[in-house]
Nanobody
């Protein structure tokens, strides 16, 4: 079993930046692809960004491309999401997700991720 704990959410003004961290604990000897999803009030959970175990494959949602950067440090079992040029449309609860796949595997589909964090709120004021 793997536990994911997000940190770094909060309130920020439009145009500002935030950086998330997601630390994995538990059965971290396996290899995991990692992703970020978000869910705004009244909307379904949507894909934001994903990174493969080896960092060789990265996906971004079109809505965040050029503004958000996903990265990882496997030595620390941690994945990061740097968010710049935030807009009120980025307001949501952000979730970290993991799936035990190595190499360059990754997915935009939420049902393909087995492990989830508890979520962290981001509010962008206009």
């Amino acid at each position: 079993q793997v536990q994911l704990v997000e940190s770094g959410g909060g309130l920020v003004q439009a145009g500002g930046s935030l950086r998330f961290s997601c630390a994995a604990s538990g059965r971290t000897g396996s290899r995991y692809a990692m992703a970020w999803f978000r869910q705004a009030p009244g909307k379904e959970r949507e894909f934001v960004a994903a990174i493969s175990w080896n960092g060789g494959s990265i996906f971004y949602a079109d809505s965040v491309k050029g503004r958000f950067t996903i990265s990882r440090d496997n030595a620390k079992n941690t994945v990061y999401l740097q968010m710049n040029s935030l807009t009120p449309e980025d307001t949501a609860v952000y979730y970290c997700a993991a799936q035990s796949k190595g190499g360059m595997w990754l997915s935009r589909l939420r049902y393909e991720y087995e492990y989830w964090g508890q979520g962290t709120q981001v509010t962008v004021s206009s």
